[in-house]
């Protein structure tokens, strides 16, 4: 029971079970970490994460990376504190100042890249980061069908994007990111045909991911309104006694 790392795992599991304040008595408060076991630090910056706390996430992957600079998830967590609290661009320069070969062995820091790329416009970056990407995983032709959705998404070109996200799924359906952006992209293509077809992607998306608030306001924003329009007037009627 006074293993470090036994309390790290169990914590992780309270963590995957949404005990957060359990898991936090079963962790340091500290985030000076500098002699702990890997597995606790990992541990406690799930937790930060999940507490929404970015800055002391950010100090604790910094010193974490700097005791071991080769594994990724370290580097990930830092981006990911840069990223929340806003700073894209200092995010970037980090990546960038990453060797090559750290880069290439971990698809998630080039993945990461692509996202925050994307949300600065910079598509033709974006675009060369997912040739990179194909580069270095020939084999993942569903990611690969899913980043070039992202990419002509981003640059409006919708039909485009539903093609790649739509091959994406049939090749992956387990590929989630892309049936979601699939039900996206088919939200902005003109036609009623285009929309119920987004509301069958949306749906399909939402039963295997039932927490995703932002899927939620999506059905809520398009769907639920048609839903509530039937409701009233079945309401209507049979106030006024024509049910």
Request: avoid cysteine; glycine fraction near 4%.
């Amino acid at each position: 029971p006074n293993d470090p790392v036994v309390a790290a795992n169990y914590a992780n599991y309270l963590i995957d079970d949404g005990d957060i304040d359990e898991a936090a008595t079963l962790l340091p408060q500290s985030t000076d970490l500098a002699d702990a076991d890997m597995h606790v630090v990992l541990a406690v910056l799930r937790l930060l994460n999940r507490q929404e706390k970015h800055e002391e996430v950010l100090a604790l992957s910094k010193a974490a990376v700097a005791r071991e600079p080769e594994r990724s998830e370290l580097h990930l967590n830092y981006l990911g504190a840069l990223e929340r609290l806003g700073r894209r661009a200092e995010a970037l320069e980090y990546i960038n100042g990453l060797a090559p070969t750290t880069r290439v062995d971990a698809p998630g820091i080039m993945l990461f890249q692509m996202e925050v790329l994307l949300a600065e416009n910079s598509w033709e970056e974006a675009d060369e980061v997912r040739k990179m990407y194909l580069s270095a995983y020939p084999n993942q032709e569903p990611m690969g069908e899913y980043l070039s959705g992202r990419v002509a998404f981003a640059k409006s070109e919708f039909e485009t994007a539903r093609d790649h996200f739509n091959m994406a799924v049939e090749m992956n359906p387990n590929l989630q990111r892309s049936r979601f952006y699939l039900a996206l992209a088919q939200l902005q293509i003109p036609g009623e045909e285009s929309k119920q077809a987004a509301r069958v992607s949306l749906e399909l998306y939402m039963r295997n991911n039932p927490a995703d608030t932002m899927a939620r306001q999506l059905w809520t924003r398009q769907f639920d309104r048609d839903r509530t329009v039937v409701q009233l007037r079945i309401e209507a009627e049979r106030l006024l006694g024509n049910d």
